[in-house]
């Protein structure tokens, strides 16, 4: 992958000896003074510290080996905690509204709730469903009547499939921005504007992107947010709507991609630095 290349590649020119690890293939010990971790096979050597990079399908997995790094005082850039909260978009959102920062509206259905009325919690349709863990624009659905939001959500109560039911921001025209933050900094920022006829602004739904200029406040909010999850490396999506700008979800594994080509900016090396400078002042201290 991009992400994994860049990161891989800017660490061993400056001199980082560095392990690209399959989660898969971590063994947990507990209870054992020596060894606390295998990886493939094989008790793991000590490392100075991990760069988690968890997919969307192994995140349980991914949580449970960073904790495991954790409890072995190794440092990480994303805490088990954190993307646990951050991965779930419902939990996210939780913290988040509980937090006072703005969010789109948004409904946790169950089997039992009353199909007929949820379009009126939004004002009417066309209302977004969106799989809790979904990524890339995918599970992400624009719903224009009962009829669609009956059959859809039945399918995923069927499959056991986790959803939300979600306001939609027409006027923002398909367009959001994607703000990436390491260790308390805004490190980056793009446009991205959704492809003719779809409304999800993803770059891998064919979404293009731009770069742009974030006010003081629109900063001050997303590095906030960020750090009220815990989180050191991330992704924040904010979307303007009549209200003002809201946050639309945050990604513990953002990718680099996009944001590297489109602004030009060496985001790998500022996550590099962060890690260099933290476990340079640990060593030290």
Known sequence: MYSTQ??????????????VLDVTKFDLITGDPTYKLWYDGAPLDRLDGILPRIGNTITYQGAAVIRQFEGMNIFTTTSSEALLHSRDKLITLQYLSALGFPVPR?????PNSQFEDIAKVFGGY????????STHGEGVALIQNYEELNELAW??????????????????NGEDIRIFIVDGKVVASMKRKAAMGDFRSNLHMGGTASTCNL?????????????????KVAGVDIIESKKGPLILEINASPGLEGIENTTQIDVAGS???????????????
């Open 155 to 172: 399918h995923y109560f069927r499959t056991g499939t986790r959803f939300m039911i979600q306001e939609f921001i027409g006027e923002c």
């Open 106 to 110: 948004s409904f946790y259905p169950t």
């Open 126 to 133: 066309p209302i977004v469903i969106k799989t809790l863990t």
């Open 271 to 285: 996550i590099i630095d962060y890690m260099e400078s933290f476990i340079l002042q640990g060593s030290i201290n």
């Open 215 to 231: 006010d003081p406040k629109t900063i001050e909010m997303a590095v906030s947010a960020v750090n009220s999850l815990g989180l």
């Open 6 to 19: 860049r990161l891989l590649h800017t660490a061993v020119d400056r001199g980082h000896e560095i392990r």
